[in-house]
């Protein structure tokens, strides 16, 4: 059941957009595109960290594409990967030092990182300044550069396909299972006993995250054709973390259902910002409160296996379930 | 510069004012770490609920001063002990989910703040106005008594916290929550009372430092920024590493800014933040 | 389990709430004009401006015709709380789902991610940005600038005011973003003019947006003993404590600000009588027409607060836009766009408007109106003078 409905869906993402009008496909681009993010935030989460600055990490592949394309002239799509090489760069080196840091530390870590970066990006005129870089411009193929909505929306679908495989691969795997078991500082210190070199596990955890997350952010940046420093802030932090914990860490449709409704109730509620925040935090509160698993964990009321499959194992330790 | 020594003295007086504006709004955070290791980041909206309640009850119903101090306390010391039955009592010992619990929570307070107190700036009328001069050096008087009463508050938290019997109930559960409950100590009600006092601070440091600056519902944004910051470099759940990391951030943003503009030194700080979180991740004075 | 049926039972409700909520029905065809401002946040008092000018303008037009068909204004808003991807969002919004073409937009430095957009579409945006020469070009035929720009209003006044008050030292203290950092760049040219006078332009710091304490920035500031210290365009909260903060540390000179939203009673109440001598740019201590000191009363009326300055430059615009349209019998925004950049119009609240630019921008897209400087005094506003806004 699993399997068609996934083919259904993905069907449905490729042969419906060109009937779709613009705006459609605008909503369709900003979802993929925060599906990836939470799909790579989800990655270190279901480990135990719980990160407020990916942002900074986004606008590390996001400015180092632009910067590319600006002032070199080289093409978008080789930007996209340098993007994300350069996000898994700074995770690799930061890595070795921030991850020894349990719990809130960690987070607050990240944090500072992401707002040294954007205050590094405001500071210097190299990154435009406060005003940012505009005129960036879309990849080209065949000659002809990819400028209206459907075609973008072809090249971000392809990007967070390839991505959301990777990483699915990368938790469905003995890797991932052996990254549940580094959660705690307790049962890290099991699994070394085993054997398992935890701070291996967890920098390439880590860097492939934030790899995702910077190519995604290169290739978010091409859409918007502009970059600032308050592009990517804390506030799409703290978003990607409710996206994920409303749709739930124990399993790997949590982000991906949670960032889906969220964005699309977010739509919704154009007229005001403050009522959009309250209706997150509500939400949010209550899955939490009442909701302990996401509400991914409502599937079980769908059916024997619901929408995770018979074959996954419950992630049931990531969702601190009781 | 003609007047370098004199610019030192003034922007060493001015960070060392600011410097216990900081401690002051710092200091419920760093009590409720400290026992019940809960980052609550609903605190800077506590602050921010604080703030407007001395404009209301002082500017808009008029109530005398003591009136509204006891508004003040009240309200926030049952805020507290709710907040604390309700959401962070079900979610003991998952620290992700109360992290994220508490973002809610300051998300609704700030949401719900917008809507009721709208978009005009509000002001707190200063209880002393003008400047004390010492020696050249002008002292704000307004100033001078928040950092009065933000020693007099780090004072008695000291007091609280170690010379009497709930302190050390508070200090026990804190250390060996097991043990603790085993030797007759009421957790639950302790760790209530823990919550609803770093309510209480939150909300009295709004309150005076509010005729310092000018009130609007975002004010909680910075205040927890801020806090976050001397926390991360004085140490989660260190009274005296809040103290020291207060001031040495008002100083150093006062001081730094008279020697290399205010850009940089807003940098600067930023840049402690790191290295401390690099070299002692646990802050300077805090346990890992 | 129980617990969990009840929380998918509240979402669930919620859910289907929202997307059921019912929009408003037409008598008339809707003439929508979208208000692509923030409406919350710290920036929330440019947007409210913005929002209940084009309501109050509603209002007044009441029903028109255009080729044949009555239309009614309907007021869209979309809230970006100043930030690029949500105004990015929102044009989207506006232009693709909504049928939206004529629109307010709020901000410079959220301008380059739509700028695409407006280009292809068409829409016909009048825009509350100072800096810019990226927004109002040839590239944009569609783009208005209706409020001052800074080019215009340094121009208009820096010299003059510092004539006027025999200063011999200028300084600068703005926002660190774009914005501020253009305005240091305006600042320092005009002085520049002035060298052979002895004036010079002796400090300039920056502040993150939404600071409170503004000590570190003043004191090295002040250490330079400015006559002027020009504050940019920042908000009234930030003004109050600049003023009061300055005054603290010693500063006896005169403050400049350039925001059209200041409320002098917020001032007064936050500084006291440190507020005095602020010169604000683009306030009205005395109301330039009939119309003006009306819209005020109606706003004070209506929402019950004094009405932002976003207000009356909103108000103007969208009455001379619905005058253009009538006259030209389309709503094609180019062909509107063209008729509009080539006329002039007499009942703007501020006085008679045209619109400049051609030499310093390559096309006449920004707005020309008079540009009045007032005085804070004693918790009012008082007059310091009116100039006309010429602009090449």
């Keep these: 059941m699993k399997r068609g409905l996934l083919a259904l869906v993905v069907a449905a993402l490729v042969i419906l957009p060109p009937f779709g009008q613009p705006y459609v496909l605008h909503v369709a681009i900003v979802v993929l595109v925060n599906v990836v993010y939470a799909q790579a935030l989800y990655v270190i989460m279901r480990m135990g960290y719980l990160s407020f600055g990916h942002a900074g990490y986004i606008a590390l592949g996001g400015y180092a594409s632009a910067l590319l394309a600006t002032k070199l002239a080289v093409s978008p799509w080789v930007g996209f990967l340098a993007g994300g090489a350069l996000a898994a760069v700074f995770a690799w080196a930061l890595g070795a030092v921030t991850l020894k840091l349990r719990g809130i530390y960690f987070s607050l870590s990240v944090f500072a990182f992401a707002e040294v970066v954007n205050a590094v990006f405001r500071a210097f005129e190299f990154f435009g300044g406060p005003a940012g870089i505009a005129a960036v411009p879309r990849p080209a193929l065949f000659g002809a550069r990819l400028n209206t909505h459907l075609q973008f929306y072809y090249v971000v679908l392809v990007v967070a396909l390839v991505s959301l495989v990777f990483l699915y691969r990368l938790q469905w795997t003995r890797f991932g299972f052996t990254l549940l078991a580094l959660r705690t500082r307790e049962t890290e210190a099991l699994a070394e006993s085993l054997g398992i070199n935890a701070a291996r596990h967890k920098t390439f955890a880590f860097v492939v995250s934030c790899f995702f997350c910077g190519l995604m952010g290169a290739v978010h940046v091409h859409y918007l054709r502009f970059v600032s420093p308050f592009v990517f802030t804390f506030f799409l932090s703290t978003d990607l973390m409710v996206y994920v914990m409303v749709g739930g860490l124990g399993s790997y449709w949590g982000p991906i259902l949670g960032t889906v409704l969220l964005t699309g109730l977010g739509e919704q509620l154009f007229a005001a910002g403050y009522y959009k925040s309250l209706v997150y935090a509500v939400v949010l509160l209550i899955v939490i409160l009442a909701l302990p698993g996401g509400l991914i964990s409502l599937s079980r009321l769908i059916g024997r296996g619901g929408l995770r499959g018979r074959a996954a194992p419950v992630d049931a330790i990531a969702a601190g379930e009781r | 510069m003609e007047v370098y020594p004199h610019l030192l003295a003034q922007g060493l007086a001015i960070g060392v004012l600011t410097g216990i504006l900081y401690v002051l709004v710092a200091l419920g955070l760093t009590l409720i770490y400290g026992i019940l290791h809960i980052v609550n980041f609903a605190h800077g909206e506590i602050y921010m609920l604080g703030a407007m309640g001395a404009f209301y009850c002082l500017v808009v119903f008029k109530l005398p001063f003591a009136a509204t101090l006891a508004v003040i306390l009240v309200a926030s010391l049952l805020l507290g002990l709710v907040v604390e039955r309700l959401v962070f009592r079900s979610l003991r010992g998952q620290w992700l989910q109360l992290v994220v619990a508490s973002v809610g929570i300051s998300l609704i307070i700030q949401s719900l703040g917008w809507i009721a107190f709208g978009i005009q700036e509000k002001n707190v009328p200063s209880f002393f106005t003008g400047v004390v001069s010492v020696l050249g050096v002008r002292l704000p008087k307004e100033r001078l008594l928040a950092a009065a009463v933000g020693v007099v508050l780090v004072a008695l938290l000291y007091v609280l916290v170690y010379r009497t019997k709930t302190g050390l109930a508070m200090r026990a559960i804190e250390e060996d929550e097991e043990t603790a409950r085993m030797l007759g100590v009421d957790a639950d009600r302790v760790a209530a009372l823990a919550c609803a006092v770093g309510f209480v601070l939150a909300a009295l440091a709004g309150a005076f430092v509010a005729p310092i600056y000018s009130l609007n519902p975002g004010m909680g944004l910075e205040a927890i920024l801020m806090s976050f910051l001397i926390i991360i470099v004085g140490g989660l759940g260190s009274i005296t590493g809040t103290v020291l990391a207060g001031l040495l951030v008002g100083v150093l943003q006062s001081v730094g800014a008279v020697l290399l503009g205010a850009e940089i030194a807003y940098g600067l700080v930023f840049v402690v933040m790191i290295v401390v979180l690099i070299v002692r991740p646990a802050g300077l004075l805090g346990r890992a | ?392």
């Design chain 3, 1 to 392: 389990m129980r617990r969990s049926m009840l929380a998918f039972s509240v979402l669930l409700t919620l859910t289907v709430g929202l997307a059921a909520a019912p929009t408003g029905a037409h008598a008339q065809k809707p003439f929508k004009i979208g208000a692509i401002v923030p409406v919350s946040g710290p920036a929330a008092a440019f947007g409210l401006g913005v929002q209940r000018g084009l309501e109050l303008a509603a209002e007044d037009v009441g029903v028109f015709t255009v080729a044949g068909e009555k239309y009614k204004v309907d007021v869209v808003t979309y809230d970006t709380v100043y930030a690029p991807d949500k105004t990015v969002a929102a044009i989207n919004r506006a232009v693709y789902n909504d049928g939206v073409k004529y629109g307010v937009i709020i901000g410079a430095g959220v301008h380059p991610p739509i700028l695409p957009i407006i280009r292809e579409t068409g829409f016909l945006d009048f825009a509350f940005a100072a800096a810019g020469r990226q927004i109002t070009n040839p590239e944009n035929p569609t783009a208005f600038r209706i409020m001052a720009s800074s080019d215009q209003l340094y121009q208009t006044y820096t010299v003059e005011i510092a004539q006027k008050l025999g200063a011999k030292r200028i300084a600068f203290l703005g926002p660190n973003d774009e914005l501020g950092k253009n305005d240091a760049k305006a600042i320092k040219t005009e002085v520049d003019k002035m060298k052979a006078k002895g004036v010079s332009f002796v400090a300039e710091e920056y502040y993150e947006r939404g600071a409170r304490d503004f000590g570190p920035a003043l004191l090295r500031l002040i250490a330079q003993k400015p006559d002027i210290i020009d504050t940019d365009g920042s908000p009234t909260g930030s003004i109050a404590l600049i003023a009061k903060q300055a005054r603290e540390l010693g500063y006896n000179g005169h403050f400049v600000n350039s925001t059209a939203v200041l409320e002098a009673k917020a001032i007064s109440d936050i500084a006291g009588k440190a507020g005095d001598n602020i010169i604000a740019l683009r306030i009205w201590a005395n109301p330039p027409t009939k119309l003006y000191t009306e819209l005020a009363e109606r706003h004070q009326k209506k929402w019950g607060e004094a009405a932002p300055g976003t207000l009356w430059e909103t108000y103007g615009a969208a009455r001379w836009l619905i005058d253009t349209i009538v006259k030209v019998s389309t709503f094609d925004t180019k062909k509107v766009a063209d008729a509009l950049g080539n006329s002039s119009y007499a009942s703007h609240p501020f006085g008679p408007a045209s619109w400049g630019g051609e030499k310093a921008y390559g096309i006449k897209r920004q707005i020309v109106i008079p540009i009045p400087a007032a005085i804070l005094k004693n918790g009012k506003w008082e007059p310091f003078d009116v100039r006309s806004g010429k602009f090449e």
